[in-house]
Nanobody, 114 residues
Framework: QVQLVESGGGLVQAGGSLRLSCTAS????????MGWFRQAPGKQREWVAS???????NYVDSVKGRFTISRDNAKNTVYLQMNSLKPEDTSVYYC????????WGQGTQVTVSS
């Protein structure tokens, strides 16, 4: 099964940028849709963005125009470019397949200060 490892999080000021990476231990070529999710303390994990193998993307309204999801199947990696970050983006970010999830990784913390 695919094991997922997220990285790239950190502490940034509002308006700053981060690029998150999600690397899979196995091939993601056959996975039709990959996505990014986030979970803040005391809140349910929410879907943020997804990308199909054909390159079609979808985003939650709150990040449209600011975040860009991409994938490099040859590198077994999914990316999330986050620009114009806001304090409300503060969360632990996870990647996974859709619609049937694999085991969740450790996530990567994104903290945006005002």
């Amino acid at each position: 099964q695919v094991q997922l490892v997220e990285s790239g999080g950190g502490l940034v000021q509002a308006g700053g940028s981060l690029r998150l990476s999600c690397t899979a231990s196995g091939s993601i070529f056959s996975i039709a849709v990959m996505g990014w999710f986030r979970q803040a303390p005391g809140k349910q994990r929410e879907w943020v963005a997804s990308i199909s193998n054909g390159g079609s993307t979808n985003y939650v309204d709150s990040v449209k125009g600011r975040f860009t999801i991409s994938r490099d199947n040859a590198k077994n990696t999914v990316y999330l470019q986050m620009n114009s970050l806001k304090p409300e983006d503060t969360s632990v970010y996870y990647c996974n397949r859709l619609p049937i999830f694999s085991r969740w990784g450790q996530g990567t913390q994104v903290t945006v200060s005002s």
